[in-house]
């Protein structure tokens, strides 16, 4: 068993766990006892694998972009999720995550979302199962997100306002967890991200494991070698991330590198840097390391993207940092819009903000000329034209 892998007690070093309400016991424990027999079936793979291929468009290309290789004198290959149904990583683990639901025998579907793209991304799955879909979200990011509220509705889901607190994701978050409570017996909660009480940390990742899974065999038909010298992505919660590095884990080569938001400046008070500016502490359910003031009081992070914005990141990867298996970074806002152009003017690929977070990364780095590098292209950036029009004044 790999030391960086959840273990039997839902740990991963002295990070994870599920602290949760007593009231919640109940669904986490089904969640645990179930949720392996479950996935690692045979008719569960097979109609996993059968959703991600003609539903979803996988296997995603491994592209070697050339002009930004030249760039940095070396191999950079962009893993693209940004191909996929629905523009980003996330339908990987929605459908994942539906097709456990439907073997547990659940009738309807509960999500938080703050940005809006798990929230459509579970949307999605849910038309596609025919399941009822309720996705709670801030008042405010309500009316940030129109578009997306608009994807979330048209596909049939209930959307409805968090209206207390920030009024934003972690009020969204209170929310569907209160209805879970309510509902243990015909619902199913989606989480986003690998955060949360065990075993939602190891089962997304699981699901988004096909990233590196596939980044494999890829490399190997172009390369002649199976991994990569670094693999790059982009932290929010961390799940993008936990699926480019799940299968390198255990192959010390491979240096993995993580980048997370530094919004203004780590030090601006505007940042969502959570392994430089956090502590150690409970959040969303499990124990990592996440962003608070001296009292224990989460502090309100701030990033251009709206998937960066998290205060804190799954257990895995404070696990990974303190390890120092992996290494964190940070970027800034300006920085990320830089990179997204670049790689829009090199390449013809407009990337998530999200995303051009890890593209920035490698204007720090330093290559060999036949070294190569894996940048996980976690979505694409059509729903970030706006930000990208005002940003440049195009
Ligand atoms: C949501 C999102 C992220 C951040 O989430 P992770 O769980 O950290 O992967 C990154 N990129 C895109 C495109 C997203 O939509």
Known sequence: MSKYQVNDNGYYGNFGGAYIPEMLYPNVDELQRSYLPIIQSESFRQEFDQLLRDYVGRPSPLYRAGRLSDRYGTNIFLKREDLNHTGAHKINNTIGQILLAERLGKKRIIAETGAGQHGVATATVCALKGLQCVVYMGAIDIERQAPNVARMKMMGAEVIAATSGSKTLKDATNEALRDWINNPLDTHYIIGSVVGPHPYPDMVARFQSVISAETRKQLLEKTGRETPDYAVACVGGGSNAAGMFYHFLDEPSVRLVAVEAAGKGVHSGESAATTVLGREGVLHGSRSILMQTEDGQVIEPY????????????????????????????????????????????????????????????????????????????????????????????
Request: with cysteine; net charge negative; charged share 20%.
């Open 303 to 394: 990033s251009i993207s709206a998937g960066l914005d998290y205060p804190g990141i799954g257990p895995q990867h404070a696990w990974l940092h303190k390890s120092g298996r992996a290494t964190y970074a940070a970027i800034t806002d300006e920085e990320a819009m830089q990179a997204g152009l670049l790689l829009t003017r090199l390449e013809g690929i407009i990337p998530a903000i999200e995303s051009a977070h890890a593209l920035a990364q490698l204007e720090k780095m330093t290559f060999g000329k036949d070294e190569s590098v894996v940048v996980c292209l976690s979505g694409r950036g059509d729903k970030d034209l706006d930000n990208y029009m005002k940003y440049f004044g195009f």
